[in-house]
């Protein structure tokens, strides 16, 4: 008898060890390039004249939900439901996550924040959790919600190489969440880490034509008055970002 409760035992190890998915780490890192060149922060780039155009300084994050890596006959959830992506916070830039490992082709995510967990008190989450309260600067209250994306830097305002002015964009709400998927060839290989770099052009965002318009479209913190703004905003996001 004993000997058969063990080989039942054995057997029903073997079938869990069987079932166990198989699970590779994702690094997610979010990368602000102008055109080609990456950039840093506090850092002014050149525009193609040698000149001095685009600087990043003060805030830049933006939350990313519900990302899925996505393969030819299936899609797996990251285990991570909600990353925040903090240049200024190493701990949040790359951010890493359980994932079934696997050959994928596309990765779809949401744009900020859910709604589901936008009106949520920081209070209410691990003080380390990407909204918890340790990131309270990145809500402004539970009515309004998260702050999607805090983007802040200066710019050569006459294309002269001086840069003398600034622009800030606070963008949340919920209207303005979004979801987005992108080609990208992903492997995961199981007890591993695969990096995935996701690139956010501010040349494309800020500076082209197409663009956002910085002299009279450099700042909105999502109000009323300024809504228009950062709807075009969270709109060019979701078009640059690759």
């Known amino acids: 008898m004993k000997k058969i409760s063990l080989l039942l035992l054995s057997c029903c190890m ?54 899925k890596l996505i393969g030819a006959n299936s899609s797996e959830a990251i285990e991570e439901e909600i990353v925040l992506l903090d240049l200024l916070d190493t701990e949040h830039n790359p951010s890493l996550s359980k994932v079934a490992a696997g050959a994928y082709t596309s990765i779809e995510m949401g744009l900020g924040v859910d ?15 990407p909204l918890g309260f340790d990131h309270s600067g990145n809500v402004w209250t539970w009515d309004s919600g998260f702050i999607f994306y805090m983007i802040e830097g200066s710019y050569a305002y006459n294309r002269d190489g001086v840069i003398d002015s600034t622009f800030t964009y606070h963008i949340g709400k919920d209207e303005l969440f979004k979801t987005v998927t992108l080609p990208k060839n992903i492997v995961v290989e199981e007890d591993a880490i695969t990096a995935l770099e996701l690139r956010l052009d501010l040349k494309k965002l800020l500076m082209d034509e197409g663009g956002m318009d910085l002299t009279t479209e450099s700042k909105s913190r999502s109000g009323e008055k300024e809504f228009a703004i950062a709807q075009k905003f969270a709109n060019l996001i979701s078009e640059t970002i690759e």
Do not use: R
């Open 14 to 67: 073997l079938l869990i060890a069987c079932d166990k998915k198989k699970e590779g780490t994702i690094q997610i890192k979010i990368v602000p390039t102008y055109g080609d060149t990456v950039m840093e922060m506090n850092k002014a780039v050149q525009d193609e004249n040698g000149l001095d155009i685009l600087k990043l300084e003060g805030k830049f994050h933006m939350y990313l939900s519900n990302i």
């Open 115 to 129: 709604e589901k967990w936008n009106h949520e008190d920081p209070v209410s989450f691990d003080n380390d959790h």
